[in-house]
């Protein structure tokens, strides 16, 4: 009886073999076959001044509040800048997980703004292996103030129009640090032939550095490419603290620009940050979730 059992035995050896590696091929495709992708590059919209790889998820309706104060070098009798206040209100809705529409006002030039962002591919390692993440940002603003430039010249609706478009490319390196490029091209309808152009190429580079589980340190710097001789205005620098609570991401910002859309804080920052011309401020964004998602 033992011998039967020991014949039997052994037969079945070849046959288990076969299917255990059968169970782990089908285990290992399994494994193969995923894609994990990278989530919370940065926690906000908002780097500084300027705008991230991220979009809001589909359904999400996102409030934007940004505001900055005047010079810091202004003095006492200014409240080192507290006494000016310039605003942006605009909100942004996520029509898919890829696609956002967003409109704005701000206080600064009366400028009226409306843009979208696309995030065309993902950070991801797996089947698709992807290591960054790219999102197409793109900008049309109206500046409605002045109402006219002189006594001899009437401005017309296309003269006060700008648009500037981006591609933001992000790399988050580990849970703790991101890094982001922004080639960046601004067009403006109308210039000062004498010391600007009506196209303006711009390279932006920017950081998060997370210290705490809620609070991060992010920075960022454009460059201006080919300006003319005679431009009075300054490559816009910032830094700022990011505060996560529930719903809000509160941003402390620290900046020469004073400029809250993309027009006016790359082409027209007016202040050098290293003799003092620092605007301090802050955006809050809310997130509202008006749709369900499946």
């Known amino acids: 009886m033992k011998k039967n059992?020991?014949?039997?035995?052994?037969?079945?050896?070849?046959?288990?073999?076969?299917?255990?590696?059968?169970?782990?091929?089908?285990?290992?495709?399994?494994?193969?076959?995923?894609?994990?992708?990278?989530?919370?590059?940065?926690?906000?919209?908002?780097?500084?001044?300027?705008?991230?790889?991220?979009?809001?998820?589909?359904?999400?309706?996102?409030?934007?509040?940004?505001?900055?104060f005047g010079a810091v070098n202004g003095g006492l009798y200014e409240l080192f800048g507290l006494d000016q206040a310039y605003t942006r209100l605009g909100l942004e809705y996520g029509l898919t997980d890829q696609l956002g529409l967003g409109i704005g006002r701000n206080s600064v030039d009366k400028t009226m703004d409306a843009y979208f962002r696309y995030k065309i591919v993902r950070q991801s390692t797996g089947v698709v292996n992807m290591p960054f993440t790219i999102t197409a940002f793109g900008i049309a603003a109206c500046k409605t103030s002045p109402?006219?430039?002189?006594?001899?010249?009437?401005?017309?609706?296309?003269?006060?129009?700008?648009?500037?478009?981006?591609?933001?490319?992000?790399?988050?390196i580990n849970s703790n640090l991101s890094l982001q490029l922004m080639p960046s091209m601004v067009h403006k309808n109308m210039v000062d032939k004498t010391i600007e152009k009506n196209d303006q190429v711009a390279l932006g580079i920017g950081g998060r550095l997370k210290v705490t589980r809620s609070v991060a340190l992010t920075t960022e710097?454009?460059?201006?490419?080919?300006?003319?001789?005679?431009?009075?205005?300054?490559?816009?620098?910032?830094?700022?603290?990011?505060?996560?609570?529930?719903?809000?991401?509160?941003?402390?910002?620290?900046?020469?620009?004073?400029?809250?859309?993309?027009?006016?804080?790359?082409?027209?920052?007016?202040?050098?940050?290293?003799?003092?011309?620092?605007?301090?401020g802050f955006n809050v964004t809310r997130t509202f979730q008006l749709k369900k998602k499946k």
């Open 5 to 68: 059992s020991l014949f039997f035995l052994v037969l079945l050896v070849p046959f288990l073999a076969e299917g255990q590696d059968s169970l782990l091929s089908e285990l290992d495709k399994e494994t193969k076959a995923t894609t994990e992708y990278t989530s919370s590059t940065f926690k906000s919209t908002r780097l500084v001044n300027g705008q991230t790889v991220e979009t809001k998820g589909k359904g999400a309706l996102e409030f934007i509040f940004a505001h900055r």
């Open 147 to 172: 109402k006219t430039q002189d006594a001899t010249y009437d401005i017309q609706f296309q003269d006060r129009m700008s648009y500037t478009g981006q591609l933001l490319i992000a790399r988050k």
């Open 221 to 280: 710097y454009y460059y201006r490419f080919d300006v003319p001789p005679g431009n009075p205005y300054y490559n816009p620098i910032g830094f700022g603290v990011d505060i996560e609570t529930g719903g809000h991401v509160f941003q402390l910002i620290m900046t020469n620009s004073r400029g809250l859309t993309e027009r006016a804080f790359i082409t027209e920052t007016a202040g050098n940050f290293f003799n003092g011309d620092i605007h301090l």
